[in-house]
Structure formats: C-alpha cells, structure tokens
C-alpha cells in the first residue's frame, strides 16, 4: 500500500516557498552508481508538487495563483534524471527511486529558479512506495535584489525513521532562516519602490511621449533671431 504523507503547513519564509538556487549543478568525484530501474518500479517516493507564482501584497493566509508552464528538473549528481512541467493549475508528479540523493529545480522564464535536495536513502526494512507533498512559490527577477544567501539549497526531504515517512529537515531549514527573511524583506521593498515610481510617474504626465515623423507639408516656423531667406519670383515669359 502506498505510503501517503501530509506536511505540515508552512509560513511563506519556511521550507516549501524558500526553495532558491541556480540553475548548475557541476561537482566534483565520480559518477553516482546507475539506477536499478526493476528496483524503481516497486520501491520508490512519488513527489506531488504544486508550483504557485509569489505575490508580495498577499495575506498570510491568501491563497497564491497557481504557475503553469514551470519546468521541474531533477538532476542525480550532474545527470538530469527526469523532468516535468506543471499543468494549468500549477501542478507536476514525477516518482524517484529510493536510497538516491536528487537535486529539484523548479524555473521559468521571468522567475528566480529554485531547488530543493531530496535524500530518498532509507533502511531497507522499511522500503515501500512513499508520496510527499510540495509546493514552492516561484517571484520574478526582481533588479538589485541580493540572492547570494541562495547558493546553497534551502531546504531538505529526508526520510524519518521514527514516524517512518519522508519530511523537511527542520533543523537545516532554521540555521538560515534568518537570511532568507532578509532577503524577502528586502525583496519586498524593492518590489513596492518599483511600484510607487511608477504610479508616481503614471500620475504625473500618463504614458511617455512618443516623437511623430516631421510632416513634410507642414511649415516650420524660422528660428528666433534668424532671418528667413528671401525667395526669388519666377521670372515671366516673354
């Protein structure tokens, strides 16, 4: 029987939304051993992702619109095992096998990329077919926004041997946690200076004046100080 877990719900600046990273996974040392896809097939943990688009000016318990079109790529070591792109409503499932360590970026054009780190490695006594549940909210690029703090993953499923299920590494989310909030705080007055200059200009003259092409019919008075030059009368026949 499929093993269904539940997460806990998450703040905004707490594990599933603070997913950041870039997009190259280079590393260094040998190749990750093959997948024994027979293995795969019985044991394995199913990932049901729901990608959202991250808005500043929501509530706390406001629901965030779903993004679709995002990519979702997973990587085994510098390999890209598997990709997914997310539904109309911002939804993807894509399976992973057990005892592996995956890497899960999740981007689209417009948008800072995210990734999370899923370590499916678990004692053999308790192999089975797991589902865990997902979400990450992606914000757009965003001009002098700082995301060095992001160069390393933000959060981490691991399997719990207690409660024999897969959840977020709480304690590695929380060491830098404290960053991340800067960062959003940040990312959140820049985002609101962005908008206040422009509704500042739009109340000030509306759109931006466009140049029109000279009418050639049209007669441009002379320069002021300057004197026309004197047109000559054609000449009569005689």
């Known amino acids: 029987m499929k093993k269904i877990i539940f997460p806990l719900k998450a703040s905004l600046v707490s594990l599933s939304v603070l997913l950041i990273s870039f997009p190259s996974f280079a590393q260094v040392g040998k190749a990750p051993p093959a997948i024994d896809s027979a293995q795969a097939a019985t044991y394995y943990l199913e990932m049901n992702g729901t990608i ?29 095992y598997t990709t997914a792109l997310t539904s109309e409503k911002g939804k993807c499932t894509f399976r992973l096998p057990l005892n592996k360590t995956f890497k899960v970026q999740v981007s689209k054009f417009g948008y800072v990329p995210k990734f999370f780190e899923v370590n499916t490695k678990i004692p053999q006594q308790n ?26 993953p933000i959060a981490k499923v691991t399997f719990d041997v207690i409660y024999d299920r897969f959840q977020y590494d ?4 929380g060491r830098i946690n404290f960053d991340i909030k800067k960062m959003y705080k940040s990312y959140y007055e820049l985002q609101k200076a962005q908008t206040d200059s422009i509704a500042k200009y739009n109340s000030g003259g509306g759109s931006v004046p466009v140049k029109t092409p000279d009418d050639p019919k049209k007669k441009t008075a002379p320069a002021k100080g300057t004197v026309p030059p004197k047109t000559t009368a054609p000449a009569k026949k005689k």
Do not use: C, M, Q
């Open 52 to 80: 959202n688009r991250f808005v500043p000016e929501a509530g706390k318990d406001e629901k965030l619109p779903p993004l679709g079109g995002a990519s979702v790529h997973v990587f085994y070591g510098t390999t890209e």
């Open 127 to 152: 192999w089975g077919a797991f589902s865990f549940k997902f979400d990450v909210d992606l914000f757009e690029i965003i001009k002098k926004l700082d995301v060095s703090v992001l160069k390393k």
């Open 170 to 173: 709480e304690s590695y989310t």
